[in-house]
Nanobody, 124 residues
Framework: VQLQASGGGLVQPGGSLRLSCAAS????????MGWFRQAPGKEREFVAG???????NYADSVKGRFTISRDNPKKMVYLQMNSLKAEDTAVYYC???????????????????WGQGTLVTVSS
């Protein structure tokens, strides 16, 4: 399984970005997909996740601003980020785990597959 994240960049506070993650896996629809981020000097933290059945979960810090979605035929997962703040600056990683649980996985250690990360910088 390979995951390729893209879409990061420099954006002003209040702006928007859309991250994409392309998966090379046969049964993408069976995977729980998540987005995590890691800022300098901080631990990797959960941002958003979407389960095999479309259920989603968000960190409190991004609720109402970020939206995770998936396109199973294209084997893609997206993170639409609006109203970006300086504290959203981090390297963003997509992650995947074959999972049929009813709850979205939020713990980094429970994901087996990770993308390479894409840098998001929110600054004026």
């Amino acid at each position: 399984v390979q995951l390729q994240a893209s879409g990061g960049g420099l954006v002003q506070p209040g702006g928007s970005l859309r991250l994409s993650c392309a998966a090379s896996v046969r049964t993408f629809s069976n995977y729980c997909m998540g987005w995590f981020r890691q800022a300098p000097g901080k631990e990797r933290e959960f941002v958003a996740g979407i389960n095999w059945n479309g259920d989603t979960n968000y960190a409190d810090s991004v609720k109402g601003r970020f939206t995770i979605s998936r396109d199973n035929p294209k084997k893609m997962v997206y993170l639409q980020m609006n109203s970006l703040k300086a504290e959203d600056t981090a390297v963003y990683y997509c992650a995947g785990e074959w999972n049929f649980r009813t709850t979205v996985i939020v713990t980094p250690g429970e994901y087996s597959y990770w993308g390479q990360g894409t840098l998001v910088t929110v600054s004026s």
